[in-house]
């Protein structure tokens, strides 16, 4: 298994060089920008996350096509200023093949003039969702080796603690090579262990969302994200979103309609205007033999990980690592580690070297304590400020927004987050 996997292609050949329309230089001055490749594609959109806007573009610096991400609006509350610098320095902490770090940041001007944040990471052509839509062919192997790497950006997520808590193909990242990043850190937030402590439901894209959230549990753990993974699986099996409601009630009716009724100690985690309307349903049994029906890469071993993951109970549903041991991920793995991965090498003599540890965990959790310390906007604009002016790499030219570009008056002005999607609210149960 040595042949490199390949699905997406390339951006689109061509295009105008850029030249004084592109929305990066190089901040010094004396900065001489190196010969412009002859294939240099002008700055375009390419998405939006939850909370921001991402732009291709030029790193005038050595000509390499990077992602630019917009993080606007930062200072308008101390709400929004907060989750900002919590997502900066999520980005700045993770190093991961499979979750997607922060390459650089811009420049920002006087702290009297801070208001925006220029963030950017590496360059991913295509996203889960755009596959799976698209008439592209999906093997048993493609779906392997992106449950594979889902699953093992997670594991290292939520070793450091981190719920991503809004993972929906959208936010899976994939480059020609089938490499998969996760992405969009808006909604992540720190694991809370203290099971008392109320934790906000307007997360995760409903058709991704765990029942728990759906019957309002004011607390829930990294199960979550697993839930939307399972729900991504069947996606990849059945090429279609396997839970497609209007909104959170007919969510929960779907769900009940493939596990089946759940008892009261499944119920244990909804509040109780949730459980009461589940009772008063007609029961229902389960129907997993449905899931072979998905396409005929839905063998057993599939459909018996599948059921692990989609389980109503948080408790009982399997945790990232313990699906990663799965049978089923042996073929992924072995693809991702043969020809695909950073971490493993072939010698000069045509021997591959593996690495000791094929899922990494984070070295150390994430630390969220310097957030509770942080009371006012303007304390944590000098915070993020002066956090930022420690990231900027030393001996590297720094790079700033070219002002006079073109291309940047339409991404100054481009709008954040399409109302459609921002995941809906939660169904407020009586
Ligand atoms: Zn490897």
């Keep these: 298994m040595s042949v490199s996997m390949s699905l997406v292609q390339g951006g689109a050949a061509g295009g105008a060089p850029q030249g004084a329309s592109a929305i990066l230089a190089a901040a010094a001055p004396y900065y001489q920008p190196p ?31 990077v992602a630019l991400k917009k993080l606007p609006n930062v200072f308008q509350s101390l709400v929004s200023s907060k989750r900002v610098f919590r997502e900066l320095k999520m980005l700045c902490f993770f190093k ?30 295509s996203d889960l969702h755009k596959i799976i839509v698209s008439p592209q062919h999906l093997s048993a192997d493609h779906i392997k080796v992106f449950l594979y790497q889902i699953l093992r950006g997670l594991k290292y997520l939520h070793s ?18 089938c ?38 549990a004011r607390h829930y753990s990294s199960a979550v994200d697993v839930w939307s993974v399972g729900c991504i699986f069947g996606e990849l ?37 949730a459980r009461t309307h589940m009772l008063r349903r007609a029961p229902k049994p389960p129907s997993f033999s449905v899931l072979y029906t998905l396409s005929s890469h839905a063998t057993h071993e599939a459909v018996h990980l599948l059921c692990q993951m989609l389980v109503f109970d948080p408790d009982k549903r399997i945790s990232v690592t313990d699906a990663l041991a799965h049978p089923y991920l042996d073929e992924g793995r072995l693809r991702y580690h043969s020809c695909m991965c950073k971490c493993c090498f072939t010698t000069s003599a045509g021997m591959r070297q593996y690495t000791a540890d094929f899922e990494p965990s984070a070295g150390q959790p994430f630390d969220d304590l310097w957030e509770r310390k942080l009371t006012s906007v303007q304390q944590v604009k000098e915070e ?19 002002p006079q570009s073109a291309a940047f008056k339409s991404f100054a002005s481009s709008t954040v987050a399409h109302p459609s999607e921002l995941p809906p609210s939660p169904h407020q149960w009586e």
């Design 384 to 402: 993020m400020h002066k956090f930022i002016a420690e990231q900027l790499q030393t001996g590297r030219v720094p790079l700033c927004i070219n």
């Design 160 to 177: 450091a603690r981190i719920l991503h808590r809004d993972i929906k193909p959208g936010n899976l990242l994939v480059n020609s090579n």
């Design 179 to 216: 490499v998969l990043k996760i992405c969009d850190f808006g909604l992540a937030r720190v694991e809370e262990p203290d099971q008392a402590k109320h934790m906000t439901q307007e997360v995760v894209t409903q058709y991704y969302r765990a029942p728990e959230i759906l019957m309002g």
């Design 237 to 273: 099996l059945g090429r279609r979103i396997l839970f497609q409601a209007q909104n959170p009630v007919q969510q929960l009716e779907l769900i009940t309609e493939l596990l089946g009724t759940p008892t009261m100690e499944d119920m244990r985690h909804a509040c109780e205007g």
């Design 35 to 65: 010969a412009v490749p002859q294939d240099v594609q002008p700055d375009r959109p390419i998405g939006y996350g939850a909370f921001g806007v991402v732009w291709a573009v030029t790193d005038p610096r050595d000509g390499r096509r």
């Design 96 to 125: 991961h093949e499979n979750v997607l770090s922060a390459l650089d940041i811009l420049q920002p001007p006087h702290l009297d003039f801070f208001q925006e944040i220029y963030v950017i990471t590496e360059l991913l052509q």
